[in-house]
């Protein structure tokens, strides 16, 4: 039997693109569900099962037309990460047990780099007194609670999407997150450091003249439950003297580092923008010192060096056995 070849004018229109449609459909519901989530709950913030909770939705949105048991392996892939990151966050609260806190050194370094400008000012100190208003919400504070906010789930997002998209550079990705999280977790145990909101308060000595901003933004976009939320993580769910190093800061940067031999360098200075704008915020907002910040991208380069050599080290000892075999 001879079959009947059709010319490109008979062959039939493909069918819409239902794919497209349920994407924007999943993602417009999920979106929906987070707004009224993130106004009514708060912010995921502490706690690494919630937030991954919600990616997990998301990927579920994303690509709802697979199967349950695809949707599934994101439980496989992802709950023993997330116990991990529990496990970090509850060993953060105790890294203050085995030493004193340092705090005095901190404010010796911000002073020796930048008192020649400041007036012999610590940073923050000097950009609140030149930007903040007490019971007035400037419009750069929105921004900056938003930033400050973006930690908690920039790294987790780019995970995520990593994941969907390439396995492989999903595992460079989280081998690079997980080793910057046990340097700076050790660190936190060898060398309590506080913030500068610390040292601000009377029973610490009043040694500077600084405010806990962080969350000031909320209000001015009315998400006043997010920024309760987040007011009481930061004082019940977290070390309050684990400054050094800042992995806000190294977080945001790692992010970038990550993906800057993955684009041109025109774009380099729109994403080290980020980065950048973290470091602003958690200077202005009393939340680390700029000696901080410092030590957590050093870190990210530490990271990257070691862990490019273990890579590499491992690739070569995979090639020597494969030859062998």
Not at 226 to 243: F, I
Not at 301 to 318: A, K, P, Q, T, Y
């Amino acid at each position: 039997m001879m079959t009947r070849t059709l010319s490109p004018e008979q062959t039939p229109p493909a069918p819409p693109d239902h794919g497209r449609r349920r994407r924007i459909v999943g993602m417009s519901i999920w979106a929906v569900l987070f707004a009224v989530g993130t106004y009514f709950i708060g912010v995921p913030t502490s706690d690494p099962l919630i937030a991954f909770g919600w990616l997990w939705l998301a990927t579920i949105a994303w690509r709802s037309e697979l199967p349950w048991r695809e949707h599934l392996r994101f439980l496989r892939d992802w709950l023993p990460i997330s116990l991990l990151l529990v496990v970090y966050n509850i060993s953060r609260g105790y890294a203050d047990n085995l030493f004193a806190p340092h705090v005095t050194e901190l404010i010796a370094a911000d002073k020796l780099m930048f008192g020649w400008f400041t007036g012999d000012q610590v940073p923050t100190s000097w950009l609140q007194q030149h930007l903040w208003q007490p019971g007035v919400v400037q419009w750069w504070e929105v921004v900056v609670s938003i930033v400050y906010f973006s930690h908690f789930l920039t790294v987790p997002t780019i995970a995520v999407v990593l994941w969907m998209r390439t396995r492989p550079q999903w595992a460079r990705f989280m081998r690079r997150w997980f080793t910057l999280c046990v340097l700076g977790l050790i660190t936190y145990f060898l060398y309590p450091a506080a913030p500068p909101w610390w040292a601000a308060e009377a029973k610490h000595g009043a040694l500077i003249e600084a405010t806990r901003i962080s969350t000031k933004g909320w209000d001015a976009i009315g998400l006043h439950g997010a920024g309760n939320t987040l007011n009481a993580l930061q004082v019940e769910a977290s070390n309050p003297v684990a400054a050094m190093p800042s992995l806000h800061t190294a977080f945001a940067f790692m992010a970038v580092v990550f993906f800057l031999p993955m684009v041109r360098r025109r774009w380099w200075p729109v994403l080290l923008s980020y980065p950048l704008a973290m470091t602003f915020t958690l200077v202005y907002t009393a939340e680390h010192w700029v000696i901080d910040v410092l030590v957590g991208w050093a870190y990210v380069g530490l990271v990257f060096v070691v862990v490019g050599l273990g890579e590499r080290w491992w690739r070569s000892r995979r090639a020597v056995s494969d030859g062998l075999s």
